[in-house]
């Protein structure tokens, strides 16, 4: 897998599926079914073992993007609408009358980082966000440190002295 895309979407899956599931067990059980103390460990460690299956099974050939720093950034990207489905399950997020207006909110997060922190917040998993955010800087500047963010195809332009 060598596409930055799939890296997005498979951290965004990966991180907030738990987090839709004890929902989902949450409302079948009408109490809570885990706390916010081991949904803080539970998330990130459920990707930091995505991050590694990924980076042992991806492809190494340099220049390739960095699977951590996509990883997180599909958390980021992914978040309010994983929130809003988990919420539907406990009767909010889209199983208001209102969905339609919910959705346009939905998509407008998703492009404001911001909106993933304040909806993490309400969620419970604002520790895990915040913690999921260093590891994956940590792994990054461990073990692909010359891994882009920036394809170089896009960079160059970004440079006093290239040359086109």
């Not at 498979?10 to 009408?30: C, E, K, M, Q, S």
């Not at 539907?88 to 939905?106: D, P």
């Not at 998703?110 to 917040?121: D, H, I, K, Q, R």
């Not at 500047?141 to 040359?163: N, Q």
């Amino acid at each position: 897998m060598k596409t930055p895309l799939a890296y997005v979407l498979i951290g965004g899956l990966a991180f907030w599926i738990p987090d839709v599931f004890t929902a989902v067990a949450r409302r079948a059980a009408l109490v809570d079914v885990i706390g916010p103390l081991p949904m803080t460990a539970l998330l990130p460690v459920v990707l930091v073992a995505v991050y590694f299956v990924a980076r042992r099974y991806g492809e190494v050939a340099e220049p390739a993007p960095s699977i951590a720093l996509f990883l997180g950034t599909g958390v980021w990207m992914l978040g309010p609408l994983s929130m809003t489905l988990a919420n539907t399950f406990l009767g909010a997020g889209f199983g208001t009358g209102n969905t339609g207006e919910n959705v346009g909110y939905v998509l407008l997060l998703s492009v404001f980082p911001p909106g993933t922190l304040m909806m993490s917040t309400y969620d419970g998993s604002l520790g895990a966000l915040i913690l999921l955010s260093i590891l994956m800087l940590v792994l990054h500047f461990s073990y692909e440190r010359g891994h882009w963010l920036v394809p170089p195809r896009v960079s160059r332009f970004f440079r006093r002295d290239s040359r086109l």
